[in-house]
């Protein structure tokens, strides 16, 4: 949804490894840029150049005065939620965790999912498979990204640490000139379906 958003107002987004080092390093790398905002999936936020790292007092500074501003507007964060929504689509997101005894069963079942990933989930059809340790559009990394053509967008990565996998699963729904309410039920609808389904597949690999 940042993304976008960001392209709505013509303002690039960059897509970057997990890792403060990484979600900051265009502060670096492109120096003549103003660098708004960075974040990563489990809620770390760096905002603006200063801090080149996860910084949770300024994004608060930053929230606080984004909440003042909607209050004093007799608005919520969840009515400029649907206003955004309203202009780029409802995306839900969620995860799902497979937990192995062994740790050798987390670099089986990733294997398996790049060379044989599932071909539907909840009525999408895969569109593309991107095996990230060959590192194409980003430093090369254990996982795998795979789009749907329904928007569905799901990102495969084991943990570094733990005999786990993980998948992030993103579904889109358009929102424009409908009801709010009922493209979130659908979105949310949708991406229960996909990660059930996407358990079972797992199951059975």
């Given at each position: 949804?940042?993304?976008?958003?960001?392209?709505?107002?013509?303002?690039?987004?960059?897509?970057?490894?997990?890792?403060?080092?990484?979600?900051?390093?265009?502060?670096?790398?492109?120096?003549?840029?103003?660098?708004?905002?960075?974040?990563?999936?489990?809620?770390g936020y760096c905002v603006?150049?200063?801090?080149?790292?996860?910084?949770?007092?300024?994004?608060?500074?930053?929230?606080?005065?984004m909440v003042a501003e909607?209050?004093?507007?007799?608005?919520?964060?969840?009515?400029?939620?649907?206003?955004?929504?309203?202009?780029?689509?409802?995306?839900?997101?969620?995860?799902?965790?497979?937990r192995f005894d062994q740790?050798?069963?987390?670099?089986?079942?990733?294997?398996?999912?790049?060379?044989?990933?599932?071909?539907?989930?909840?009525?999408?059809?895969?569109?593309?498979?991107?095996?990230?340790?060959?590192?194409?559009?980003?430093?090369?990394?254990?996982?795998?990204?795979?789009?749907?053509?329904?928007?569905?967008?799901?990102?495969?990565?084991?943990?570094?640490?733990?005999?786990?996998?993980?998948?992030?699963?993103?579904?889109?729904?358009?929102?424009?000139?409908?009801?709010?309410?009922?493209?979130?039920?659908?979105?949310?609808?949708?991406?229960?379906?996909?990660?059930?389904?996407?358990?079972?597949?797992?199951?059975?690999?």
């Amino acid at each position: 949804m940042l993304a976008a958003v960001a392209a709505l107002h013509g303002v690039e987004a960059i897509t970057t490894l997990t890792g403060f080092k990484w979600v900051s390093r265009p502060i670096v790398d492109r120096p003549d840029a103003t660098y708004v905002l960075g974040y990563e999936e489990a809620l770390g936020y760096c905002v603006g150049s200063l801090v080149r790292d996860k910084d949770g007092i300024s994004a608060a500074l930053v929230a606080a005065e984004m909440v003042a501003e909607l209050k004093a507007q007799g608005r919520t964060v969840w009515d400029e939620l649907d206003r955004l929504a309203a202009e780029v689509g409802c995306f839900e997101t969620g995860p799902v965790t497979v937990r192995f005894d062994q740790i050798e069963r987390r670099s089986e079942l990733m294997a398996n999912v790049i060379s044989a990933p599932p071909t539907t989930l909840a009525g999408g059809s895969l569109e593309s498979l991107e095996d990230l340790s060959e590192g194409r559009t980003l430093p090369p990394t254990t996982g795998a990204l795979l789009r749907f053509d329904d928007q569905t967008r799901i990102i495969v990565r084991p943990s570094g640490t733990e005999p786990k996998l993980k998948a992030y699963i993103e579904v889109f729904e358009p929102a424009q000139n409908t009801n709010m309410a009922a493209a979130r039920v659908r979105a949310t609808t949708r991406l229960s379906q996909v990660q059930d389904q996407l358990r079972r597949y797992f199951e059975e690999s």
